[in-house]
């Protein structure tokens, strides 16, 4: 198992930033893919971001792309979520999530991931 911690959350006006950190412990070395999901009151989960463990390759949803920017540290085994230029609809509760198996579908889907971590808030005024 993997144990995921996330941090950075807040309050913060609209045009402003945040960083998002998720430190993974435990069985890191079996993760494949890190995902950044985020859910807003009586929504689904939605994926945002991810990245291959090894840090070569990222996607994002569309609304994000250009304003958000995951990237890892190797050292701290932690992942951030950059989040620039931010908007009241990004308001939600931000998980990580770790995939720790070999898969040809992209990861898009809470399903897919196999441990979360207790999430952190982020609220967007206007």
């Known amino acids: 198992q993997v144990q995921l911690v996330e941090s950075g959350g807040g309050l913060v006006q609209a045009g402003g930033s945040l960083r998002l950190a998720c430190a993974a412990s435990?069985?890191?070395?079996?993760?494949?893919?890190l995902g950044w999901f985020r859910q807003a009151p009586g929504k689904e989960r939605d994926f945002v971001a991810r990245?291959?463990?090894?840090?070569?390759?990222?996607w994002y949803v569309d609304s994000v792309t250009g304003r958000f920017t995951i990237s890892k540290d190797n050292a701290k085994n932690t992942v951030y979520l950059q989040m620039n230029n931010l908007k009241p609809e990004d308001t939600a509760v931000y998980y990580c999530a770790a995939d720790r198996r070999l898969r040809v579908q992209p990861r898009v889907r809470p399903q897919l991931y196999d441990d979360w971590g207790q999430g952190t808030q982020v609220t967007v005024s206007s």
């Open positions: 435990g069985r890191s070395s079996e993760i494949t893919v």
């Open positions: 990245l291959t463990w090894n840090g070569e390759r990222k």
